[in-house]
């Protein structure tokens, strides 16, 4: 497959977002990126299902949700109704995973997990084959603009083993700190999907930065 860019919509300003939008899927994006974080999960505080589903109509892009939310199962219906094409929750903030991924599916939406800094690729083990998608996080979640983690490098290949192993068909994304540093080496580390926030918008031209880490990744 070839590598996805998701540029996160956490680090646009949202006074402009509809120009934002426009400018990063007119430079090639393949999907947008939509962290909602509680307060709980994580210390920061983004956006619910009705601001999703505004943004809506206003791009074919795949809407990729990345659930930073404690208790998912109680709002995964919601965020679908909205236009997520692609929700990941995070492992650590349910119980019942496997479950909440078989629902995923079972609701059109291809489902993901993500995993924290602190949790490692093999609790992945027993419920791998209900992923569409492994979110690695390169950094601890609530913010942008923090310092990837070099151990991501590992894990990223140690999902990469597991996925194949198993001949699933399963994207690895990876969330945190990516950026012209670390772009390339995290796809020949087997990474599928490319989160940036800050390097996309914070750049002076967004569009110009996506097309350069698409074509430093495809080189
Ligand atoms: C952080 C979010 C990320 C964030 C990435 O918890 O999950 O998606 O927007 O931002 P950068 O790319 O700036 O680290
Ligand atoms: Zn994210």
């Given at each position: 497959?070839?590598?996805?860019?998701?540029?996160?919509?956490?680090?646009?300003?949202?006074?402009?977002?509809?120009?934002?939008?426009?400018?990063?899927?007119?430079?090639?994006?393949?999907?947008?990126?939509?962290?909602?974080?509680?307060?709980?999960?994580?210390?920061?505080?983004?956006?619910?299902?009705?601001?999703?589903?505004?943004?809506?109509?206003?791009?074919?892009?795949?809407?990729?949700?990345?659930?930073?939310?404690?208790?998912?199962?109680?709002?995964?219906?919601?965020?679908?109704?909205?236009?997520?094409?692609?929700?990941?929750?995070?492992?650590?903030?349910?119980?019942?995973?496997?479950?909440?991924?078989?629902?995923?599916?079972?609701?059109?939406?291809?489902?993901?997990?993500?995993?924290?800094?602190?949790?490692?690729?093999a609790m992945l083990q027993d419920i791998i084959e209900d992923c569409d998608n492994v979110l690695v996080m390169s950094v601890n979640p609530g913010f942008s603009g923090q310092a990837f983690i070099p151990?991501?490098?590992?894990?990223?290949?140690?999902?990469?083993?597991?996925?194949?192993?198993?001949?699933?068909?399963?994207?690895?994304?990876?969330?945190?700190?990516?950026?012209?540093?670390?772009?390339?080496?995290?796809?020949?580390?087997?990474?599928?999907?490319?989160?940036?926030?800050?390097?996309?918008?914070?750049?002076?031209?967004?569009?110009?930065?996506?097309?350069?880490?698409?074509?430093l990744v495809s080189s």
């Open positions: 497959m070839s590598v996805k860019i998701a540029p996160s919509l956490l680090s646009a300003n949202f006074a402009r977002i509809a120009e934002q939008i426009a400018v990063v899927q007119d430079a090639g994006a393949d999907y947008l990126h939509l962290d909602v974080m509680d307060g709980r999960f994580v210390p920061n505080i983004t956006w619910g299902p009705k601001i999703i589903g505004d943004l809506r109509p206003l791009s074919p892009l795949v809407f990729d949700a990345h659930l930073m939310i404690v208790e998912p199962e109680r709002y995964v219906d919601d965020f679908r109704a909205a236009g997520c094409d692609r929700i990941t929750f995070h492992l650590e903030a349910t119980p019942h995973a496997q479950r909440l991924l078989v629902h995923l599916r079972s609701i059109g939406a291809k489902a993901g997990i993500a995993i924290t800094p602190q949790t490692p690729v151990r991501t490098f590992d894990k990223v290949r140690e999902a990469r083993a597991l996925i194949d192993e198993r001949g699933i068909d399963c994207s690895i994304e990876v969330d945190g700190g990516v950026g012209e540093k670390n772009a390339r080496r995290l796809v020949e580390a087997g990474a599928d999907v490319l989160v940036m926030g800050s390097t996309i918008f914070d750049a002076a031209d967004p569009g110009a930065e996506l097309r350069r880490i698409r074509a």
